[in-house]
T-cell receptor, first 108, second 121 residues
Framework: AQRVTQPEKLLSVFKGAPVELKCNYSYSGSPELFWYVQYSRQRLQLLLRHISRESIKGFTADLNKGETSFHLKKPFAQEEDSAMYYCALSDSWGKLQFGAGTQVVVTP | GAVVSQHPSWVICKSGTSVKIECRSLDFQATTMFWYRQFPKQSLMLMATSNEGSKATYEQGVEKDKFLINHASLTLSTLTVTSAHPEDSSFYIC?????????????????FGPGTRLTVT
């Protein structure tokens, strides 16, 4: 069965500290994974997708098929990174399944 | 570019009435639109997939007669909650995806609307 697991509901970090959001998935086919972010009072927006292998706003995420993980990392957290982060898995039809989400709070 | 709008942004209705929510892609043609539901402090749950000109496909457990979806044009999909009840109160979010061809924006990426808060009294 298709599943996305984000074990941390809340992640509180200090400004300048590294932050890592965990995401594990289960999928029988070839996965397409994304990280979406939702800032306060804003709509959901795409942050990263694994196929592009890019760094956005200092965030990176590497797909590890062996560990079935797609963890999101940033070496130095900023206050503006405070938001809700969702890991999502797309099936072959383009349907997204979201994880439960991780609330990140960056304190000065 | 690639903006998706929803209307209304919030609505309050009485139990037993029907409510229509619109989802529009403003600057691209959306061959596929998705409808999600989000309960407080929970994640988004896909309700249905809507393809222009064809019937929507619903996820398991979603009543198609209760949540009517129409995707009559490449820029508009509507979700009608029929005979609404308090348990239907939720945040409804749509997303739109282009065809990947002939779109300045859109491509295969899903762009999300701002959501509609439905409260049924």
């Amino acid at each position: 069965a298709q599943r996305v697991t984000q074990p941390e509901k809340l992640l509180s970090v200090f400004k300048g500290a590294p932050v890592e959001l965990k995401c594990n998935y289960s999928y029988s086919g070839s996965p397409e994974l994304f990280w979406y972010v939702q800032y306060s009072r804003q709509r959901l927006q795409l942050l990263l997708r694994h196929i592009s292998r890019e760094s956005i706003k200092g965030f990176t995420a590497d797909l590890n098929k062996g560990e079935t993980s797609f963890h999101l990392k940033k070496p130095f957290a900023q206050e503006e990174d405070s938001a809700m982060y969702y890991c999502a898995l797309s099936d072959s039809w383009g349907k997204l399944q979201f994880g439960a989400g991780t609330q990140v709070v960056v304190t000065p | 570019g690639a903006v998706v709008s929803q209307h209304p942004s919030w609505v309050i209705c009485k139990s037993g009435t029907s409510v229509k929510i619109e989802c529009r892609s403003l600057d691209f043609q959306a061959t596929t639109m998705f409808w999600y539901r989000q309960f407080p402090k929970q994640s988004l749950m896909l309700m249905a997939t809507s393809n222009e000109g064809s019937k929507a496909t619903y996820e398991q457990g979603v009543e198609k007669d209760k949540f009517l979806i129409n995707h009559a044009s490449l820029t508009l999909s509507t979700l009608t909650v029929t005979s609404a009840h308090p348990e239907d109160s939720s945040f409804y979010i749509c997303s739109a995806r282009g065809s990947g061809q002939g779109n300045t924006w859109g491509g295969y990426e899903q762009y999300f609307g701002p959501g509609t808060r439905l409260t049924v009294t």
